[in-house]
């Protein structure tokens, strides 16, 4: 009646054991880190920067406990907080000798401590939040007019194209603020240029004016596409900085849109708030232009743009290219790394309407001639591509140049995560120090402890051996929560901490309706044996009634919750579950060990006086 099956204590007891490994890793801390990532796209991390890096510490007899190369770049592990400082400076110093022109970021940051073993069996500490375990806070605010002046400046650049394929003669296309004017000489033309435009570029809508001297033709955006701009702004911006963040290879990293035009960044376990703010900050977009052939022969630079370009031999030259841009970054659409007939690494991309156009237009007039992809990163260019037009093309092309196929996926990223939609700006600037979040962990730890101590004691006192059985349960069951955390990569913060004490008080509230049934049972005239099964079985509707009830709630919480009740919500359902094993298969099973193996059991110790 009260015995288990073999194969249900080795479940419990792999369980427990499982929940024990996963859950070490937390008790080993941190160690200081530097970590080493690429500054521009076109320069990758491998091995051969690894062993640069090594060599530098080697040369300067800097003590450090490993170096490992991962997605995110070169990370070494460095003894204390003194030797990190220094080994910075090294590394900074020798990859970087132009500090104003860095190829490589050189950031401080933290690694588990976790020995080799568990972390090759992927037992990782759970990630702790910005309250408690430092970091840094950003609000940054977009520039959304400058973000519908940038999309102007496409459409006027469309509203051009089309009036030139239509053969529409115009005194000039110019956007002013945020419109787009049209000039002409005479109203038939500007009536046949208005059909046209209407039925190509539906994102404008055309009113007719006369400033005194030309017939004018002014273009304003609708209303729903400065909205659908304002919205597409924010979500590109969010995406570029989850990029970017990737650098600085923050755990869990907060990065959300707060009202129409702010996104918060909350960076747990950042240092180096400098480099931080460095990396939010830049800027990365293509630009296509046509490259000023004359001036390229003669090497002169007067009214034109000049750019490096590095070569296939590996030397670096001078391009100069006319000012006037044909398609810009935010006008790629897709990109993908792949081969060019040749089986030389390409990138292949696709533009979207506007830029199809235009690049069709301009690739049908200027056969035979050279066109530049500029590649711009932290204000300066480069350009990553110059190569003859051998024929018309629109919206889909290949970019090759001077690539191994690391860059080109590299390449490839970048287009995809794009630039940029519009400038921000940090408006509020938060700094969470280590000692803050220590002091945070510290006093939660020790409320959960209280907490958890204060159920034990009573639990013990008013049921005796059976309040004894339902706090090791307990144990186990925050054993569970704390290794579910860890396996799963779950972030941690102070409501997290909350959830968890209230996951304790609940989980014992099941164990209270089993020991009150068993009780029952016994005032019944029940035997021992069939007190313990009848307690059990006719407590566990009830039990799973309440757990549901409570489940709802808390995924109302993780669906429809962010940030910090988001945190709260995870550890809530979690701990749910783990409960419900917990407080019920694991208690039973210590139970049935302590009374299942007997025949006739006399009496229980379920009260201040044993029930007989």
Do not use: C
């Not at 400082?85 to 110093?93: G, H, P, Q, V, Y």
């Not at 990163?377 to 018309?392: C, F, L, N, P, R």
């Not at 969470?432 to 006192?461: C, Q, Y």
């Not at 757990?547 to 359902?573: D, E, K």
């Amino acid at each position: 009646m009260n015995r288990f099956p073999l194969w249900k204590y080795v479940l419990i007891g792999v369980v427990v054991a499982t929940a024990l490994i996963y859950t070490l890793p937390n008790f080993f801390g941190e160690s200081p880190a530097v970590q080493v990532s690429s500054g521009r796209s076109t320069v990758s991390v491998d091995t051969q920067l690894m062993r640069q890096v090594e060599e530098v510490l080697r040369k300067a007899s800097v003590d450090y406990t490993g170096a490992q190369l991962d997605a995110t770049g070169v990370r070494v592990r460095l003894r204390d907080t003194d030797t990190q400082l220094k080994a910075k400076d090294l590394i900074d110093r020798a990859l970087n000798p132009d500090p104003a022109n860095p190829v490589y970021t050189v950031a401080l940051n933290l690694l588990p401590a976790s020995p080799n073993w568990l972390t090759a069996i992927h037992a990782l500490p759970m990630y702790l939040g910005l309250d408690l375990r430092g970091g840094v806070h950003f609000l940054l605010q977009i520039d959304m007019p400058a973000a519908i002046v940038k999309r102007m400046d496409n459409l006027a650049a469309d509203v051009r194209n089309q009036l030139r394929e239509k053969g529409i003669r115009h005194g000039g296309v110019a956007r002013e603020g945020q419109t787009v004017r049209v000039r002409f000489r005479d109203a038939a033309t500007r009536e046949a240029a208005r059909g046209a435009l209407i039925a190509n570029v539906p994102d404008l809508t055309f009113a007719e004016r006369d400033d005194g001297q030309a017939l004018l033709l002014v273009g304003t955006m609708r209303p729903e596409v400065q909205k659908r701009v304002q919205e597409s702004a924010v979500q590109q911006n969010i995406g570029t900085l989850h990029k970017r963040v990737n650098e600085l290879g923050v755990a869990e990293p907060v990065i959300q849109q707060q009202g129409a035009d702010r996104i918060v960044v909350q960076l747990p376990g950042v240092q180096d708030i400098a480099r931080a703010k460095e990396i939010l900050g830049r800027t990365a977009t293509l630009e296509v232009r046509l490259v000023d052939e004359q001036a390229y022969r003669s090497g002169s630079s007067f009214g034109v743009d000049v750019f490096p370009e590095r070569r296939r031999d590996g030397s670096v030259g001078q391009v100069p290219v006319k000012k006037e841009v044909i398609v810009t970054g935010d006008q790629f659409v897709g990109a993908q790394a792949t081969f060019d007939q040749d089986n030389r690494p390409a990138v292949a991309v696709e533009l979207d309407q506007a830029g199809g156009r235009a690049m069709r237009v301009t690739t049908r007039e200027n056969l035979k001639h050279l066109m530049a992809i500029i590649l711009f990163e932290k204000g300066k260019g480069e350009a990553i591509s110059v190569a003859t037009i051998q024929g018309e093309f629109g919206s889909r092309f290949q970019i090759t140049g001077a690539f191994s196929p690391v860059e080109t996926n590299n390449l490839a990223l970048l287009i995809r995560a794009g630039a940029l939609a519009a400038p921000m700006e940090i408006i509020e600037e938060r700094t969470i120090g280590p000692s803050l979040g220590r002091d945070n962990i510290e006093k939660g730890f020790h409320a959960t402890l209280w907490g958890f101590l204060a159920i034990v004691i009573f639990m013990s006192l008013y049921y005796s051996l059976f309040g004894v059985l339902s706090a090791l349960a307990l144990a186990v069951n925050l054993l569970l929560l704390v290794a579910l955390l860890s396996l799963l990569q779950a972030t941690l913060t102070l409501p997290g901490i909350a959830a968890i004490a209230l996951t304790l008080g609940m989980a014992i509230d099941a164990n209270v309706l089993i020991n009150e049934r068993i009780r029952e049972e016994l005032r019944g005239g029940a035997t021992p044996q069939a007190a313990i099964a009848s307690g059990y079985e006719r407590a566990w509707g009830t039990i799973l009634d309440s757990n549901v009830t409570t489940m709802i709630a808390g995924l109302a919480l993780l669906i429809f919750g962010s940030g910090p009740v988001r945190g709260f919500a995870v550890v809530h359902v979690l701990g749910i579950l783990t409960s419900m094993f917990s407080a019920v298969t694991v208690s039973r099973g210590m139970v049935n060990l302590v009374y299942g193996h007997r025949r006739r059991v006399q009496k229980l110790a379920i009260g201040n006086t044993a029930w007989k």
